[in-house]
């Protein structure tokens, strides 16, 4: 059924107006009547194919398809050989490479000088980030195209065709027509196809969301560990809980474990929020972090979950500081700035006579000796000026640290004045 409603114009492509409607960036390529080389970057079942064939047919180019599952390098060289044949005689040539990104490197820089001789017009299609799978000189030589999932308007376009084609309704209810798009994830194929299943069925009852699930399968998230979704969706997970939102941390949460992430990978991460995002400002995050990471490792899922749930969202309604992270850093930098300074002879240690004799431990003051418990006492490096690293704004905890610092700092400047 995808194959037989495949649109036959760039009119009919469903959910990309952004790219091939009036004003697109596509549709001005097809206008002017000269297509330049691109890359479709977009999920499964978005139109990436069926919109490189109607290019070559709006501008009349000859439409030649290779994909890098299946094709190698003598496979190319038979493409652009004809292509060549093709241009002496003034006929130009798109060459439709699917899955563009399993070309090695290598491989890629093969394309390289047929596109800058105009032998071909490239149109490479991946599901993955360009940037991250393309090199950089065929990027620079291509216009990267984003296609969007299809949404709900667009699902229920490509159901409405298909019930046009077959000469009647889809037998469901319209709460399972609409499970029936959420089960398609945005996969105008993967939706036909399964339209096509119930097209062969021979109830004449509506089916209901729970009848619907019974003949369909589930379908897996998508989402790829090791590519491109993994890093976009602990982003969103900690950038929610910086953000204090719970409920899209939760969300997030959900998403990555269904997509089979590794739990101790996000109770990593999570520990990660507490020491960056939070840190005095609550410092009861970061046991509740560690807490949920035990808790998993010693339950397991299911019941863990729950733990890294319960970490996520205290995280997330925590007052947040990133002061002892800034000033961590800056420290880093101080310390790679000054290289080998020694400590003042007053805070080195002085087990030895000769030790004691240079001035080791001289004039040290025991804090604790003190009335304020606080010696006001300078112990930075001789030569090295007083920085201040960590300086908290006072949320939370902090609140209460500030006032101390403020406090410890108000005397060290008197003792620093007056050293008697």
Not at 367 to 393: I, L, W
Request: proline residues 5%; negative net charge; aromatic residues 6%.
């Amino acid at each position: 059924m995808a194959d037989r409603l495949r649109p036959r114009t760039l009119e009919e492509v469903e959910g990309q107006d952004h790219l091939q409607g009036a004003g697109g960036p596509i549709r001005r390529m097809v206008e002017a009547g000269r297509l330049g080389s691109m890359i479709l970057w977009g999920p499964p079942g978005t139109g990436k194919t069926t919109i490189a064939r109607l290019l070559a047919l709006a501008a009349g180019y000859q439409f030649q398809q290779n994909s890098a599952v299946v094709s190698g390098v003598a496979d190319l060289k038979k493409a652009f050989e004809a292509a060549r044949m093709r241009r002496a005689a003034g006929q130009s040539t798109l060459l439709f490479v699917d899955e563009i990104h399993r070309f090695n490197r290598a491989q890629q820089d093969g394309f390289l000088p047929f596109v800058e001789e105009g032998i071909v017009t490239l149109v490479g299609a991946t599901t993955e980030n360009p940037s991250c799978e393309l090199n950089g000189a065929l990027l620079s030589r291509s216009q990267v195209y984003v296609l969007k999932r299809l949404d709900d308007a667009a699902l229920d376009q490509l159901l409405i065709r298909a019930e046009a084609q077959e000469g009647g309704t889809l037998p469901l209810t319209p709460e399972a027509r609409q499970a029936l798009a959420a089960l398609a994830d945005g996969d105008g194929r993967y939706l036909l196809t399964m339209a096509e299943v119930l097209f062969d069925l021979t109830s004449t009852e509506p089916l209901d969301v729970q009848a619907l699930a019974g003949i369909l399968q589930k379908r897996a998230p998508a989402y790829d560990k090791s590519r491109e979704e993994h890093y976009n969706l602990i982003s969103a997970l900690h950038k929610s809980v910086r953000g204090s939102d719970p409920d899209a941390a939760l969300y997030w949460l959900a998403r990555m474990l269904n997509g089979g992430e590794d739990p101790l990978y996000l109770a990593r991460r999570i520990v990660r929020m507490a020491v960056e995002d939070i840190g005095e400002a609550d410092p009861l995050s970061l046991l509740v972090a560690n807490a949920a990471k035990d808790t998993y490792d010693f339950l397991g899922s299911p019941e863990g979950e729950l733990a890294l749930a319960q970490a996520v969202v205290h995280l997330a309604t925590a007052p947040k500081s990133v002061g002892v992270y800034e000033a961590f850093k800056a420290a880093k930098r101080a310390a790679a700035e000054t290289g080998s300074l020694m400590p003042p002879a007053h805070i080195r240690n002085a087990p030895t006579k000769l030790m004691k004799s240079l001035g080791y431990g001289k004039g040290y003051q025991y804090d604790p000796d003190t009335p304020e418990g606080f010696s006001g006492a300078d112990f930075f490096p001789d030569g090295m000026e007083r920085r201040v690293f960590y300086a908290p704004k006072g949320e939370g905890h902090e609140a209460k640290v500030k006032e101390r610092l403020d406090r410890w700092a108000a005397m060290r400047a008197k003792a620093q004045d007056d050293p008697a």
